[in-house]
């Protein structure tokens, strides 16, 4: 036998392997995390079983259901990457982790993309679930998966972007009432249940350039409507994105 063989090779793990354990890590703990559950599959689920099989909102000419969808699947990526990274990095924030974590051979950008990934990973199964709910319940869609799929990953990357803005610059109790807030206002101006012309017309110039009326509109246009692709909605979500993350790569503090 060679001498050195089971010589040890200190070092870092390859970067794509931390990475990758790290996603699973974060997954683990937001699966695990009753609140989290709760905001991410059980409010957009009963949302969209109540009103579906309720007439208590007016969604105009057609079924409940082929309305509500796209906005609860645009409700469900806000509640993901929006309000719940941003209440669980500011408590990470506040509690040191994110400054160990800082100081171990994962790079920050490292841990960053971790927490995509863990967001898109949940995001999977919120849309798995939920579209099998809607189809239960009657949902005709009509548009091709492509320009959905491309709203879903421009509208996770704003709100990414803006909850990690969040978490960053604001104490950690301050985010968990702030995200909150933003979270509840979204949901009754944002175009997920109410439709936004139900809205003063004053009022649906500035709603339509919110991220989440952005992608629950665009969402309705491509799923009900069958519009090829809402151009308009995805440049407003490219916005949003832009300044969302470059907001929180100059602002962020992990201490």
Known sequence: MSAGTYTPRPGAAPLSRMIAAQAALETRMLLRNG???????????LLLVLFSAVDIVDTG????????????????????????????TGFE???GVLKRLGASPLPRWGLMAAKTLS???TEVLQIVLLTVIA?????????????????????TVAFSGLGLLMAGTLKAEATLAAANLVFLLLLVGGGVIVPLDRFPDAAQSVLGLLPISALSGGLRD????GTAMPWGDAAVLAVWSLLGLGAAARFFRWE
Do not use: K
């Open 222 to 225: 491509v799923l009900q409507h």
């Open 93 to 95: 924030r506040r509690y």
């Open 35 to 45: 609140e989290q559950l709760l905001l991410t599959v059980v409010i957009p689920t």
């Open 135 to 155: 189809f239960a319940l009657g949902w005709s869609p009509q548009g091709g998966p492509f320009p959905a799929l491309l709203l879903l990953v421009l509208g």
């Open 119 to 121: 967001v898109l990973v």
């Open 61 to 88: 000419a057609g079924e409940p259901v082929d309305f509500l969808t796209p906005g609860v699947l645009a409700l469900a990526v806000m509640s993901t990457a929006f309000t719940g990274q941003a209440i669980a």
